[in-house]
C-alpha cells in the first residue's frame, strides 16, 4: 500500500513562509492530479492547490501566496506558503489522484501548520 509522508509544517509568525512537502513510500504512475488540502479546528476540509500536468489552480484565498509544485519522476509534491496569516492555521493534506486506470487515491496523514504571533 502506497503511503504519502507529509513534512514541512510548524509555527510560524504572521507574514512568514513554509515549505510543505509530500513524499509517496514507493513509485506510482504519473498523469496523476497532485493537491493539497487544509483543515481547519471546527471547519470543513478545503481545497488549497492543484496541479495537472503542470497547469496549477489555487483557491482564491491562497493566490497569490502559495505555489504548487509537483514531481512525476521523484513522487513528491510541494507547496510554498508565503505571507502566511492567522487565518491559514490548518492541518494539511496532501492527495494524489489518478481517474483513469490503474486508478489511485492517495492521502497523506498531515502536518500542521500554525501561524501566530
Known amino acids: 500500500q502506497v503511503q504519502l509522508v507529509e513534512s514541512g509544517g510548524g509555527l510560524v509568525q504572521p507574514g512568514g513562509s513554509l515549505r510543505l512537502s509530500c513524499a509517496a513510500s514507493?513509485?506510482?504512475?504519473?498523469?496523476?492530479?497532485m493537491r493539497w488540502y487544509r483543515q481547519a479546528s471546527g471547519k470543513e476540509r478545503e481545497l488549497v492547490a492543484t496541479?495537472?500536468?503542470?497547469?496549477?489552480n489555487y483557491a482564491d484565498s491562497v493566490k497569490g501566496r502559495f505555489t504548487i509544485s509537483g514531481d512525476n519522476a521523484k513522487n513528491t509534491v510541494t507547496l510554498q506558503m508565503n505571507s502566511l496569516k492567522p487565518e491559514d492555521t490548518a492541518m494539511y493534506l496532501c492527495n494524489i489522484w489518478r481517474g483513469s486506470w490503474p486508478t489511485y487515491d492517495y492521502w497523506g496523514q498531515g502536518t500542521q501548520v500554525t501561524v501566530s504571533s
Open positions: 496541479i495537472t500536468a503542470g497547469r496549477t
Open positions: 514507493e513509485f506510482i504512475l504519473s498523469s496523476n492530479t
